[in-house]
């Protein structure tokens, strides 16, 4: 298999996997508990929260460790709209399900929810932010790279426009975070979740990083595990293996962003070479440097994808009861139907090879060459 969809996940570094083995198996003990075992699985989790905080840009104590990044996300937007009663949220029409969903469910419950629109190229405007703000607004929440188009999200404008406000601010970084260096201060954000396997490290294991000074309701209510911010016992295997592919990706980053453009680059020019009228969704600068979401207009992606079962990456249009139904981030941009029923996004990783993504590239150029016939 070619494996081309690194944005859905990620496989265990052999450095994580080794990691996190002895807590799976001699180093059981309880963090909360106070003799040897427990200590050292508390030393265990300390370690690894300076890790993420130092990958980020920010102290040990504004980490907590979640169960992902959908439960950050939950997390954040609902803990704020319960510790204010009510109030409006801002947020875009792009943002990954995990946000989305709670939005809707919290505007279910009465509270204003402004989901503002992107460009063509996928980007929000600040301005647009700047507009929606009003004295009710309690939360802005903007992702800081899309999921399916890799779009780099103006966060920094957009967090100085949410200080000046006094407004939190949070952005759901899963997908940049250990692609591209991420600096809370240099995004001005409150909140930030990230998600273990989207760089490396296990499914099942995340992190919420809180501004200093910021509170929320906490989603989970028992004991005081995480500063009270999130009960439950640790999960010390995946949250050691979690620091262990921050630590990583703080060393690899810098190397690992140049090589992985310049193969999105070589799949994209092999493609549009031979195909000169496929189409790039999202801006071709500010994205993620392992990102590239094309379209073959006139092609169902569907289509392509299916007849080449070697070749492992994701659709711009899911099929429900016999109809395509383009991507709701490609109709946000506005993207016409034809455009893109035709889209695949193809995200490249760490173990991608040059020759894998020229036998993709002439895998899918064969298989539309056949669907034309």
């Known amino acids: 298999m070619i494996y081309l969809d690194y944005n859905a996940t990620t496989p265990i570094a052999p450095e994580v996997a080794r990691a996190m083995q002895p807590y799976l198996r001699e180093e059981f003990g309880n963090p909360s508990s106070d003799y040897a075992a427990g200590r050292r699985a508390r030393e265990a989790v300390d370690q690894a929260r300076g890790q993420v905080a130092a ?27 319960q510790s204010c009663g009510r109030g409006q949220i801002i947020t875009t029409a ?26 063509a190229s996928g980007r929000v405007d600040p301005g647009e932010v700047r507009r929606a703000l009003t004295a009710k607004t309690i939360l802005i929440s903007v992702m800081h790279a899309n999921n399916e188009t890799g779009a780099l999200q103006p966060l920094g404008e957009i967090g100085a426009l949410a200080r000046e406000a006094g407004v939190a601010f949070h952005t759901d970084a899963a997908q940049s975070v250990g692609k591209i260096p991420v600096s809370v201060e240099e995004i001005q954000v409150d909140f930030l979740t990230l ?21 929320f309701s906490p989603l989970f209510h028992g004991a005081s595990q995480e500063g009270g911010r999130r009960a439950g016992t640790e999960n010390v295997p995946y949250i050691v293996a979690l620091g262990e592919a921050c630590r990583l990706a703080r ?61 492992a990456a994701s659709l711009g249009a899911a099929c429900h009861a ?9 109709a946000a941009m506005q993207i016409s139907r034809e455009v893109a029923r035709g889209a695949v996004r193809l995200s490249v990783g760490r173990p991608t090879t040059e020759a894998e993504v020229e036998r993709a590239t002439t895998l899918m150029l064969e298989r539309v060459r056949a669907l034309s016939r």
């Open 94 to 119: 792009i943002e990954h399900p995990s946000v989305l969903a709670p939005c809707r469910f919290l505007q279910s419950l009465g509270l204003k929810v402004t989901f503002l629109p992107v460009d």
């Open 195 to 215: 998600a273990g396997h989207k760089f490396y490290g296990p499914k099942g294991v995340g992190a919420l990083y809180v501004r200093a000074g910021r509170t």
């Open 55 to 81: 990958l980020l840009g920010c102290r040990p104590g504004e980490i907590v460790f979640t169960g992902g990044a959908t439960e950050a996300n939950n997390t954040v937007l609902k803990g704020i709209a």
């Open 251 to 311: 060393e690899r980053v810098p190397e690992d962003a140049g090589r992985l453009k310049g193969l999105r680059d070589l799949l994209h020019d092999r493609l549009r070479s031979s195909f000169p009228e496929l189409v790039l969704n999202g801006p071709e600068k500010e994205r993620l440097p392992n990102t590239l979401n094309v379209s073959f207009p006139g092609y169902s992606g569907a289509a392509i994808l299916g007849g080449i079962p070697e070749l």
């Open 322 to 330: 016999g109809e395509e139904e383009i991507s709701p981030v490609l």
